[in-house]
T-cell receptor
Framework: GQNIDQPTEMTATEGAIVQINCTYQ??????LFWYQQHAGEAPTFLSY????GLEEKGRFSSFLSRSKGYSYLLLKELQMKDSASYLC????????????FGTGTLLAVQP | DSGVTQTPKHLITATGQRVTLRCSPR?????VYWYQQSLDQGLQFLIQ???????AKGNILERFSAQQFPDLHSELNLSSLELGDSALYFC?????????????FGPGTRLTVL
C-alpha cells in the first residue's frame, strides 16, 4: 500500500527555524519531492531528493533517509510569507512520473 | 507563474451535468498530469498522458475521462457529476514522462457541484 504521513499543522515564529517531517511506506520509491502550496493556489516546487542526505537551497533544505522511509524539510529564517501548506510527495517506481502526495502540513508563522 | 495554464478558473454546475476542464502544458513539456484536491484529502493523482498517450492511471472514476491532443493540450471530462466531485482540479506538466522531472502545476480549476 501507499502511506505518507506528515503532521497536520505546525506553528513557528518569524525568524526561527522549523522542521517538517514526512514518513512514507510505499510499494515503490524513486525520489521524494517537497512542494509549497498557499491556500487556493497551485503547489510550487521546493526540492527533490533521490539519494540519502541533505540538499540545501537557500533558506530551504531537505533531507532523505531511504532506509528509514523518512524525509524532512527545514525552513530557516522564517518569514510571514512562509505560512502555507507543505506537501511531501513520493515518486512511484516504474516508467511513470506519478507522484503520491501526503495530506500536507499547514505551517503558521507568527510575528 | 509556472507556465501551465488551466481554464476555466471557476466552474459552478449542477448534479448530473458534464463539464470539461482544459490544460495547456509549459512550452516543450510532453507530459500532462491531472490531480484532484478536495478539502478532506490531499492531492490525488488521477491520470497522466505522455505525448498523446495514456501513461499512468490513478484512482480515476469511470465517470471521468481525459485525453491529450496533438498540440499537447489536455482535457479532463467529468460526467454525471455528484456533490462529492466538488474540488480543486490541478493539471501539471513535465518535460518527459518517465524521468524524475519536476512537475509544474497550473493554477487549478475550482469545481463546485450544487
Amino acid at each position: 500500500g501507499q502511506n505518507i504521513d506528515q503532521p497536520t499543522e505546525m506553528t513557528a515564529t518569524e525568524g526561527a527555524i522549523v522542521q517538517i517531517n514526512c514518513t512514507y511506506q510505499t510499494s515503490g520509491f524513486n525520489g521524494l519531492f517537497w512542494y509549497q502550496q498557499h491556500a487556493g493556489e497551485a503547489p510550487t516546487f521546493l526540492s527533490y531528493n533521490v539519494l540519502d542526505g541533505l540538499e540545501e537551497k537557500g533558506r530551504f533544505s531537505s533531507f532523505l533517509s531511504r532506509s528509514k522511509g523518512y524525509s524532512y524539510l527545514l525552513l530557516k529564517e522564517l518569514q510571514m510569507k512562509d505560512s502555507a501548506s507543505y506537501l511531501c510527495a513520493v515518486r512511484d517506481r516504474g516508467a511513470t512520473n506519478k507522484l503520491i502526495f501526503g495530506t500536507g502540513t499547514l505551517l503558521a508563522v507568527q510575528p | 507563474d509556472s507556465g501551465v495554464t488551466q481554464t476555466p478558473k471557476h466552474l459552478i454546475t449542477a448534479t448530473g451535468q458534464r463539464v470539461t476542464l482544459r490544460c495547456s502544458p509549459r512550452s516543450g513539456d510532453l507530459s500532462v498530469y491531472w490531480y484532484q484536491q478536495s478539502l478532506d484529502q490531499g492531492l490525488q493523482f488521477l491520470i497522466q498522458y505522455y505525448n498523446g498517450e495514456e501513461r499512468a492511471k490513478g484512482n480515476i472514476l469511470e465517470r471521468f475521462s481525459a485525453q491529450q491532443f496533438p498540440d499537447l493540450h489536455s482535457e479532463l471530462n467529468l460526467s454525471s457529476l455528484e456533490l462529492g466531485d466538488s474540488a480543486l482540479y490541478f493539471c501539471a506538466s513535465s518535460r518527459s514522462g518517465g524521468a524524475p522531472d519536476t512537475q509544474y502545476f497550473g493554477p487549478g480549476t475550482r469545481l463546485t457541484v450544487l
